[in-house]
């Protein structure tokens, strides 16, 4: 059974820092293109970030500069390090993965995590 496990969200004042965890089982890495999609309450998913199977990288343009994606492949596990968070980075963040290609679509993902809230307030 494909299941993905999100973790390391919590809440931060704006300005600090988080690292999100993406557990994959059933599922091996390798060969999946892993990305990061957040959604706010009434507001649609968007993608924030993918890691591809050879590595390439992209992040959507609101985080550029200050989020990392990662991946551990022994480990099985993708990471997202944020930081120098903003209020408008509140939202749950999912991970998900798709064999079908290198993009940043939610409608391109089969296997999706519960999500991990993320809030960031003074």
């Known amino acids: 059974q494909v299941q993905l496990a999100e973790s390391g969200g919590g809440s931060v004042q704006p300005g600090g820092s988080l690292r999100l965890s993406c557990a994959a089982s059933?599922?091996?890495?390798?060969?999946?293109?892993i990305g990061w999609f957040r959604q706010a309450p009434g507001k649609e998913r968007e993608g924030v970030s993918c890691?591809?199977?050879?590595?390439?990288?992209t992040y959507v343009d609101s985080v550029k500069g200050r989020f990392t994606i990662s991946r551990d492949i022994a480990g099985n596990t993708v990471y997202l390090q944020m930081n120098n968070l903003k209020p408008e980075d509140t939202a749950v963040y999912y991970c998900?993965?798709?064999?079908?290609?290198?993009?940043?679509?939610?409608?391109?993902?089969?296997?999706w995590g519960q999500g991990t809230q993320v809030t960031v307030s003074s």
């Open positions: 059933g599922l091996p890495l390798a060969y999946y293109t």
């Open positions: 890691i591809g199977t050879a590595s390439g990288i």
């Open positions: 998900a993965a798709t064999r079908r290609a290198f993009y940043l679509r939610v409608a391109e993902y089969d296997y």
